[in-house]
């Protein structure tokens, strides 16, 4: 339970820096992009495995970037249903799509499934050898 809360957090936080980072992006308070993290969570859990799914054909003709558009489509729909979370532009959704995106992944790679954050420390043991 602990790692979904933090992972929640982590796209909260990304949410919010997208919003100050893109003009087309508004969040009107902290309550506002925690309720569109939680609905982004649930639209992609849900409905972009069946979206990638139905559009396979046009996913592989445009080497995965259909992607993008359908990430902009889950964000879209977001701003749709939560009221203080908007989106405004189909370009201003995909480019903050693609930022939350990498933002949340690159946050939750040090997560664990306990929640607990975790950090490898590598040493060097000489030559090619690390430990």
Same mark, same amino acid.
Not at 10 to 29: K, N
Not at 32 to 48: D, E, Q, Y
């Given at each position: ?13 990304? &949410? ?36 990638? &799914? ?11 970037? =259909? ?22 532009? =189909? ?19 040090? &997560? ?20």
């Amino acid at each position: 339970m602990r790692g979904i809360t933090l992972r929640w957090l982590t796209l909260t936080g990304a &949410i919010l820096l997208a919003a100050y980072l893109f003009d087309g992006i508004r969040v009107s308070g902290f309550f506002s992009a925690v309720l569109a993290a939680g609905l982004l969570g649930i639209l992609n859990a849900f409905f972009r495995p069946i979206a990638l &799914i139905l559009t396979l054909p046009i996913n592989i003709l445009s080497l995965g970037l =259909f992607t993008f558009v359908i990430n902009a489509l889950m964000l879209k729909m977001a701003s749709g249903v939560i009221a203080g979370f908007d989106v405004y532009g =189909f370009w201003t959704a995909v480019f903050g799509s693609l930022f939350i995106s990498i933002i949340s992944w690159a946050l939750n790679t040090f &997560i664990s499934d306990k929640g607990r954050v975790d950090v490898i420390d590598l040493r060097h043991r000489g030559g090619n050898r690390w430990s």
